[in-house]
C-alpha cells in the first residue's frame, strides 16, 4: 500500500500541522437575555446554564465573557405581559429595555460589539414577528415600517449591528433606508436571511415567553424543505444592503450554510440555536453524551461547514475551553 492517510493523524503534533480549520473565540457571538429589575438572575428552565439578566447582572456576565475574549454579544428581551400589546408599541420606546441596556452596555463596553434583535415577536401579545389583521394574517409592508422604526432606536441607542429576525420581505432594504437617511451608515446589518421556520426554538420562546398564541410562523420563516429558496433570500437581502448574510437554525441546515458560503462573498454567520443547546445539554445531564467534547465538536463543524460567524449559548463555554486547550 502506497496511500496511506493515517500517516497525517499518527501524533497530535502532525494533527495539528495538517488541520484544516480552527475554532477560535474570535468566530463567537453569545446571546443573552435581558429583563427589568435589579440583582435578577433566573436560569431558562429548559437552557440550563442560560438566565435571562437584569441589568447590573448582564453587566457582571458580559465582564466575564470579555474577560475570556468573547467581542460580541447579541441581545434579546424579556419584556412583561403588562408591556405587550397587538401593535407591539413597546418596540418603538426609545427609552425600552433594549435601548437603555445598550446604552449601558456600550458606556461599560466601548469595544464590544453590540448586535440587537429586530422583530415584533417579544413585544407582541399575540407572540408572531409582525403585525397580525382580524384574519390571523401577518402583515408584511406595515410591520417592515415599524421593524425600521425600531432599528433606528436601537442604532441611536448604540447598537454596532441590527439584526433583523423577522422574516418579513423587503425589511433589509427599508432599514438600510432608514439608518443612512439618518447618519447611521456605519451601522451594520446582520440579515436573518435563511431562517426556516423550526421546533428548534422552543427553549428560546420559553425564555422570552414569546411563542405565538395561535398558529405557527409558516407564511414568513422558511419551509425546512427548501435549499434554493435560501439562495434567493440570500440574494435579496445582499442586494437591500445586507453585511452579514445568517442561517438559522445551523445544525440541521449545514447543507444550506455550505451552499450560501460558496455562493457569496461576504460573511456567513450560523445561529445555534435554543434547541440545539438543549438537546445538548438534557443528554448531558443524564450522563449519556460527553458534553464539553461534543459542544466543541458542533461548533468546529460548523465552522467547516463554512460558517464565519456562530451565535451559541455556548459562548462562553467554549471560550474558556479554546483558551485552556
Ligand atoms: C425572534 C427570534 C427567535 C429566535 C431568535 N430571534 C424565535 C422565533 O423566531 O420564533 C430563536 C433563537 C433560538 O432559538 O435560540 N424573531
Keep these: 500500500m502506497t496511500l496511506r492517510p493515517r500517516r497525517l493523524r499518527k501524533s497530535e503534533s502532525i494533527r495539528r500541522l495538517v488541520r484544516e480549520i480552527q ?12 429583563m427589568e429589575g435589579e440583582q435578577q438572575k433566573v436560569e431558562v428552565p429548559s437552557m440550563p446554564g442560560c438566565y435571562r439578566y437584569s441589568l447590573d447582572e ?24 403588562h408591556q405587550k400589546d397587538a401593535q407591539a408599541t413597546e418596540s418603538l420606546n426609545p427609552e425600552g429595555l433594549i435601548p437603555k441596556t445598550v446604552k449601558a452596555i456600550k458606556q461599560a463596553f466601548p469595544d464590544l460589539v453590540v448586535i440587537t434583535d429586530v422583530a415584533l415577536d417579544p413585544y407582541s401579545s399575540l407572540g408572531h414577528d409582525g403585525l397580525v389583521d382580524e384574519q390571523g394574517r401577518i402583515l408584511n409592508d406595515p410591520t417592515v415600517e415599524i421593524l425600521a422604526k425600531m432599528a433606528l432606536i436601537q442604532a441611536e441607542a448604540g447598537a454596532d449591528w441590527v439584526a433583523p429576525s423577522d422574516m418579513m420581505d423587503g425589511r433589509v432594504g427599508a432599514i438600510r433606508k432608514v439608518l443612512d437617511a439618518s447618519g447611521h451608515w456605519k451601522v451594520s446589518i446582520l440579515a436573518y436571511s435563511a431562517k426556516y421556520a423550526s421546533a428548534y426554538y422552543g427553549p428560546f420562546r420559553d425564555a422570552l415567553e414569546s411563542a405565538p398564541r395561535f398558529g405557527d410562523k409558516k407564511t414568513y420563516q422558511m419551509d425546512s424543505a427548501n435549499a434554493l429558496e435560501a439562495l434567493k433570500e440570500v440574494n435579496l437581502d445582499i442586494a437591500e444592503g445586507a453585511d452579514i448574510v445568517m442561517v438559522k437554525p445551523a445544525l440541521a441546515y449545514m447543507d444550506i450554510i455550505h451552499r450560501i458560503r460558496t455562493s457569496t462573498h461576504l460573511p456567513v454567520a450560523a445561529y ?9 445539554k438534557a443528554a448531558a445531564q443524564k450522563g449519556w453524551i460527553d458534553e464539553k ?3 466543541l465538536e458542533t461548533l468546529t463543524s460548523l465552522k467547516r461547514a463554512g460558517a464565519n460567524l456562530i451565535l451559541t449559548y455556548f459562548a462562553k463555554e467554549a471560550a474558556l475551553l479554546l483558551r485552556n486547550s
Design 272 to 280: 445555534n440555536v435554543s434547541g440545539e443547546y438543549a438537546m445538548i
Design 23 to 34: 475554532l477560535t473565540v474570535d468566530d463567537l457571538i453569545y446571546p443573552l437575555f435581558v
Design 293 to 295: 467534547a461534543i459542544m
Design 58 to 81: 448582564l453587566l457582571k456576565e458580559i465582564e466575564d465573557a470579555q474577560a475570556v475574549g468573547i467581542g460580541a454579544i447579541a441581545l434579546f428581551p424579556l419584556i412583561p405581559d
